[in-house]
Nanobody, 129 residues
Framework: QLQLVESGGGLVQTGGSLKLSCTAS????????IGWFRQAPGKEREGVSC????????NYADSVKGRFTISRDNAKNTVYLQMNSLKPEDTAVYYC??????????????????????WGKGTLVTVSS
């Protein structure tokens, strides 16, 4: 069964850190670019970060640049999102998604969810003020 599972969410104070993990089963992640997306209550889903299948290229939304770091360990079939200096506006459900083939480069350059092939169910991050 193909699935992506996010973990590592939780409650943290402003300025704190969390590290999210996205682990795949039934799917070899090294063949996919992986994106992190988030959706806050009452807001549209937005792209946060993306990493190429090799890990050689990354992209970040302006709102998280300098605070979040995406990385991957293909041997562990896992992608990470290290989130530092968290702010209340980072509160959201965070999803990871995988995209392969033709849309890999475009998806990471644009942080668009449109071309993603597989999605996790999300993990909640709450940042208290």
């Amino acid at each position: 069964q193909l699935q992506l599972v996010e973990s590592g969410g939780g409650l943290v104070q402003t300025g704190g850190s969390l590290k999210l993990s996205c682990t795949a089963s039934g799917l070899i992640l090294e063949y996919y670019a992986i994106g992190w997306f988030r959706q806050a209550p009452g807001k549209e889903r937005e792209g946060v970060s993306c990493i190429s299948n090799s890990g050689g290229s990354t992209n970040y939304a302006d709102s998280v640049k300098g605070r979040f770091t995406i990385s991957r360990d293909n041997a562990k079939n896992t992608v990470y999102l290290q989130m530092n200096s968290l702010k209340p506006e980072d509160t959201a459900v965070y999803y990871c998604a995988a995209v392969g083939g033709y849309y890999m480069e475009w998806s990471c350059q644009t942080l668009s969810s449109a071309g993603m092939d597989y999605w996790g169910k999300g993990t909640l991050v709450t940042v208290s003020s």
